[in-house]
């Protein structure tokens, strides 16, 4: 199985902060990297696809990029609505398996 | 637009099974699969396995192979997921997922979870 290993695991920020946070693939993924946004007893909302591709309808302070084992998703000015648990997936070979997560609170 | 709805929550003893379902609506339920991911209190996400809407294939995560079987009814456009011999440790929301596009992996259109709690 592909494990992917998530950091930091917490961080707290400031509104209007860049907030940046790390995914890295124990192989070579390519592209294969889906991020995802999850509030409190909510869901998760998929906010960015294929590793850079922004879903549709995701405030364009969001961005990710990286390909083959380092991925990064970036807050370029945290906003209170951004505070969430954030999750990274890779899809390049079944099992589907996350990151641990990264809690993302207002300091 | 698409909708996906997930049954009520559940209360298990040890060694009983459980069967959630996950109701769709607003697209064409044959042309996507369903994803099925837990998630333990306070932990992180877990793929269970996924189902296809179109022909009824499944691929199932290594950990529960034998415990667990996903179907689905083209009639209502559901999918179900039934788990056996609960244990303790298999306390967590479920939820159910479609694939933004096709065949696509990226999971876009969640149901709002079903907590299973497993307890003597």
């Known amino acids: 199985d592909i494990q992917m290993t998530q950091s930091p695991s917490s961080l707290s920020a400031s509104v209007g902060d860049r907030v940046t946070i790390t995914c890295q693939a124990s192989?070579?993924?390519?592209?294969?990297l889906n991020w995802y946004q999850q509030k409190p007893g909510k869901a998760p909302e998929l906010l960015i696809y294929?590793?850079?591709t922004l879903e549709t309808g995701v405030p364009s302070r969001f961005s990710g990029s990286g390909s083959g084992t380092d991925f990064t998703l970036t807050i370029s000015s945290l906003q209170p609505e951004d505070i969430a648990t954030y999750h990274c997936?890779?899809?390049?070979?079944?099992?589907?398996?996350f990151g641990g997560g990264t809690k993302v609170e207002i300091k | 637009q698409v909708q996906v709805v997930q049954s009520v929550p559940e209360v298990k003893k040890p060694g009983a099974s459980v069967k959630v379902s996950c109701e769709t609506s607003?697209?064409?339920?044959?042309?996507?699969?369903i994803t099925w991911v837990r998630q333990a209190p306070g932990q992180g996400l877990e793929w269970m396995g996924w189902?296809?809407?179109?022909?009824?294939?499944?691929n199932y995560a290594q950990k529960f192979q034998g415990r667990v079987t996903l179907t689905t009814d083209t009639s209502t456009s559901t999918a179900y997921m039934e788990l056996r011999s609960l244990r303790s440790d298999d306390t967590a929301v479920y939820f159910c997922?479609?694939?933004?596009?096709?065949?696509?992996?990226?999971?876009?259109?969640w149901g709002q979870g079903t907590l299973v709690t497993v307890s003597s």
């Open positions: 997922a479609r694939d933004l596009f096709s065949s696509s992996w990226h999971l876009g259109y």
């Open positions: 192989h070579d993924i390519t592209n294969c």
């Open positions: 997936q890779q899809y390049d070979d079944l099992p589907l398996t």
């Open positions: 607003g697209y064409t339920f044959t042309r996507y699969g």
């Open positions: 189902i296809s809407g179109y022909n009824g294939n499944t």
């Open positions: 294929d590793a850079s």
